[in-house]
């Protein structure tokens, strides 16, 4: 098998493919182009992207050269969901998604030399076409039984599905057709719910250029209770820093499962096989040292924001549990950090208030009379510090970054309070 394949199917990151022999070979035969196509529906990617930008990155590492789709056109219709109709976004705003998932996309791929990756947007072809034209040129090569047959609007029927997002499919399978004219794109990858879109564009292509073209996609990554992975309490795991901080990235990492830490590094770190194996032993005999949970949030901390965002987001943690400095924390670090944990108002008015009621307040104990109890028993503490006065008012100095206190019961329990003066 080609090494390239081999490599992807040894990180699990082939679920599919639809002639697995015949696409080594061709990828044997020398530096293929092959396309993924990202659909502007919100104004960043999220970590089921990373997985098929980390696709790009092993065919770049084999040599071969991809071009990265942003959908100007499609992500102004909307690939079909399972649960319902999508909402349409206004045309402007897509326009502005698609230049930042296209600044984006740029970041995690090499876009200079060789096998540096080409930016393409399907608006540039799409919008050239009229009606007449998308139905006597496209649509007649679809049959509308085969259309009916794909798992997403066979779900819907029931529901309702509307002619824009049943028709999506023509719109993708244009897109194949296109950049095989144009860059002699003979692979499309994409995610595991993507097959059917992707399968027909293979066909179309065939049907219309009498060509061999190849589809690729990856499974769906999972928890291990079967639920999808990328999603908190909170939302979604993005890669905009502003919509998802670096600590509260890393900490998702951190809190990977023992059952499924080594499957996702092995399809987010470019650590190698042996470095992954070793890993993974040290999950099965030393569970309790967490060492691939760290290595995985540390490479993709590094990976998504930088080695600088990672080392502030691991000095945050070490703080927050009393193994840091916290006043070296700057004000940025700090606020995610402490939205994090969990940040509440705390009320005072000219004078500050006790500790007590900052304990309190944070949640970190369910009263005052508790908070008293946990500062006699030597278990309490404000920033780090231990509290051994019931009686201990707030000061100024305590205040980090002029606003906010971390209080912690014990060494686990932990817990923020912003002040605010009436």
Not at 167 to 186: A, K, M, W
Request: charge should be negative; glycine fraction near 8%; hydrophobic fraction near 40%.
């Amino acid at each position: 098998m080609n090494k390239v394949l081999e490599d992807l199917e040894w990180r699990g990151l082939i679920a599919e493919s639809t002639d697995r022999e015949a696409l080594s070979a061709h990828m044997d035969a020398g530096p293929i182009r092959s396309y993924v196509g990202f659909d502007p529906t919100a104004a960043s990617l999220h970590i089921g992207h990373l997985t098929q930008l980390m696709v790009v990155r092993a065919l770049q590492r084999g040599g071969h050269r991809p071009l990265l789709l942003v959908g100007g056109s499609t992500g102004l219709i909307g690939d079909p969901k399972q649960t319902g109709e999508r909402v349409m976004n206004p045309v402007e705003t897509v326009r502005e998604w698609v230049e930042s998932l296209g600044e984006q996309v740029s970041r995690f791929v090499e876009m200079d030399g060789p096998q540096g990756a080409q930016l393409v947007n399907n608006f540039d072809w799409t919008s050239r076409l009229s009606a007449l034209d998308f139905l006597r040129d496209i649509g007649k090569h679809f049959s509308v039984n085969r259309m009916l047959d794909r798992d997403v609007v066979a779900r819907r029927l029931d529901s309702g599905i509307s002619y824009t997002e049943f028709s999506y499919v023509l719109l993708q399978s244009l897109d194949y057709r296109e950049l095989y004219r144009e860059y002699g794109c003979t692979l499309q990858t994409g995610a595991q719910d993507q097959w059917g879109n992707i399968t027909a564009g293979v066909d179309f292509v065939r049907r219309t250029e009498q060509a061999t073209v190849h589809g690729l996609v990856t499974p769906l990554l999972t928890k291990a209770d079967g639920t999808k992975f990328g999603k908190t309490e909170s939302g979604t795991v993005w890669l905009d820093k502003e919509l998802t901080s670096p600590y509260a990235f890393h900490q998702f990492f951190l809190n990977a499962e023992d059952a499924k830490v080594i499957d996702y590094l092995k399809v987010f770190s470019s650590r190698s096989r042996d470095e992954i194996e070793e890993l993974a032993h040290k999950v099965e005999t030393e569970p309790f040292r967490r060492e691939a949970q760290r290595a995985l949030a540390d490479d993709m901390t590094d990976l998504v924001h930088s080695v600088e965002e990672r080392r502030a987001a691991t000095e945050a943690a070490a703080a927050l549990f009393g193994r840091g400095d916290l006043a070296v924390l700057d004000e940025s670090t700090l606020r995610h950090a402490v939205a994090e944990v969990g940040v509440q108002d705390l009320e005072c008015g000219a004078e500050l208030p006790l500790v007590v009621d900052a304990l309190a307040a944070s949640g970190v104990v369910p009263s005052k009379s508790a908070a008293r109890r946990a500062i006699d028993e030597g278990g309490a503490y404000l920033n780090n510090t231990k509290v051994t006065d019931t009686e201990q008012l707030i000061t100024a100095e305590d205040l980090l970054a002029g606003r906010w206190l971390i209080l912690r019961r014990g060494k686990k329990t932990v817990g923020a309070v912003e002040l605010r003066r009436s």
